[in-house]
T-cell receptor, first 114, second 113 residues
Framework: DVKVTQSSRYLVKRTGEKVFLECVQD?????MFWYRQDPGLGLRLIYF???????EKGDIPEGYSVSREKKERFSLILESASTNQTSMYLC?????????????FGPGTRLTVL | EDKVVQSPLSLVVHEGDTVTLNCSYE??????LLWYKQEKKAPTFLFML????IEKKSGRLSSILDKKELFSILNITATQTGDSAIYLC?????????????FGRGTQLTVWP
């Protein structure tokens, strides 16, 4: 079974702090994604990566950056956290081969910025 | 503007009822449509649909796709309290980078005992 893990389930940070959210997958998937999920808005794509050191902006990249130095790890960085970044953050991974499009999700990190 | 629209946004039923969740989409180069169930944690995969008219079934859940009318439905028969969750619909756009997924806002289903 694919396993996607995220470094924290709950995180509380102060405005202006730099925040790192880590995601690790153990199935050698090429593609990895970061979403945020807010009530009534569904999942919105922040950034994605199709391979090591490759990244693409999603729909709401402002205020975020990402890093993919190793295939199994995709980090989301909030350079200077703000209260409007309080949200549930979900990481996902997907294998590229075989026409499969199923994304496997991590358990999520609920971030609160005070 | 949302590329994937789910309805209703919220639904409350009693155990034993049958529910139908709707997902319509507007994606130029459709590849596939996926349904996920999300309880108080990560979304879990339910179905992937690529062809019109072919029903996918898993226990009390079933889903079908209409590529002409650009929608899919997810049916749950004889609902149970364990079916309470957010149901997410996502569409893969073949024309976009990586064949990315576009998610709808979800339908919150609550099943009362």
């Amino acid at each position: 079974d694919v396993k996607v893990t995220q470094s924290s389930r709950y995180l509380v940070k102060r405005t202006g702090e730099k925040v790192f959210l880590e995601c690790v997958q153990d199935m050698d998937h090429e593609n990895m994604f970061w979403y945020r999920q807010d009530p009534g808005l569904g999942l919105r794509l922040i950034y994605f990566s199709y391979d090591v050191k490759m990244k693409e902006k999603g729909d709401i990249p402002e205020g975020y950056s990402v890093s993919r130095e190793k295939k199994e790890r995709f980090s989301l960085i909030l350079e200077s956290a703000s209260t409007n970044q309080t949200s549930m953050y979900l990481c996902a991974s997907r294998i590229l081969a075989g026409g499969k499009n199923e994304q496997f999700f991590g358990p999520g990190t609920r971030l609160t910025v005070l | 503007e949302d590329k994937v629209v789910q309805s209703p946004l919220s639904l409350v039923v009693h155990e034993g009822d049958t529910v139908t969740l709707n997902c319509s989409y507007e994606v130029t180069n459709f590849r596939s449509l996926l349904w996920y169930k999300q309880e108080k944690k990560a979304p879990t995969f339910l179905f992937m649909l690529t062809s019109s008219g072919i029903e996918k079934k898993s226990g009390r859940l079933s889903s079908i796709l209409d590529k002409k009318e650009l929608f899919s439905i997810l049916n749950i028969t004889a609902t149970q309290t364990g079916d309470s969750a957010i149901y997410l619909c996502a569409v893969v756009d073949r024309g976009s980078t990586l064949g990315r997924l576009y998610f709808g806002r979800g339908t919150q289903l609550t099943v009362w005992p």
